[in-house]
């Protein structure tokens, strides 16, 4: 199974300052027939579902704003929130949805407001 | 607008079986892969098991195979979740997620049903 570690565990931010958090995965998630990076991230809020941020590595979801951006490729990958605002307080969460099931997920980053 | 409703979810004895349903309306739902994904309390998220669009291959995380099924009802836009054998450990809030058009594997999830294991 491919294994994926989040870093930092939790991470406190100032508002309006960047928050960065990294996605490592034990195998390389990228395919190459159609060079796409089998990684997403996502945000949820206490009492809520999960919310798509980011797909294919780095495409931002419907409505996600532009503040949220990923990168990375094989096996690193980063989110970076550029300012953070009050409303950005959540756990943050990776996960390969490679063609090799499970399609497994980080521990989560929880990110909080200095 | 997409919805996905799941239901099915309560109190089980260890041993005890329930069987989790959910609906799926505003989205093709026969075009994309669909999944379970839980989250016991106040911890992280684990991925359960998905189905391929056509039904035709489903995978399960370790610790649920041979006690859990998964199965799809395209005319009826239904997903379901059958478990077996329940234990402690299965307690935790059960989400359904399907693909959408710009990825198929995942996308969108509906808001939960909770299942506890104890007697």
Redesign the interface.
């Known amino acids: 199974?491919i294994v994926m570690t989040q870093s930092p565990d939790s991470l406190t931010v100032s508002l309006g300052e960047r928050a960065t958090m990294n996605c490592k995965s034990s195998q390389s998630v990228f395919h190459t027939p159609n060079s796409r990076n089998?990684l997403?991230w996502?945000q949820?809020k206490p009492g809520q579902?999960?919310?798509?941020l980011i797909?294919?590595a780095s495409?931002r979801?419907s409505g996600v704003p532009d503040r949220f951006s990923g990168s990375g490729s094989g096996t690193d990958f980063t989110l970076t929130i550029s300012s953070l605002q009050a409303e950005d307080v959540a756990?943050y969460?990776c996960?390969q949805?490679s063609n090799m099931?499970?399609?497994?997920?980080?521990?989560?980053t929880r990110v909080e407001i200095k | 607008e997409v919805q996905l409703v799941e239901s099915g979810g309560g109190l089980v004895q260890p041993g005890g079986s329930l069987r989790l349903s959910c609906a799926a309306s505003g989205v093709t739902f026969s075009t994309f892969y669909m999944s379970w994904v839980r989250q016991a309390p106040g911890k992280g998220l684990e991925w359960v098991a998905n189905i391929k669009q056509d039904g035709s291959d489903k995978n399960y995380v370790d610790s649920v195979k041979g006690r859990f099924t998964i199965s799809r009802d395209d005319a009826k836009n239904l997903l379901s979740l059958h478990m077996n054998s329940l234990r402690p450990e299965d307690t935790a809030v059960y989400y359904c997620t399907s693909g959408m058009a710009e990825v198929w594997e995942i996308g969108y999830w509906g808001q939960g049903t909770l299942v506890t294991v104890s007697s």
């Open positions: 199974d089998y997403a996502y949820q579902p999960p919310k798509l797909y294919w495409t979801g756990v969460y996960q949805y099931p499970p399609w497994t997920f980080g521990q989560g």
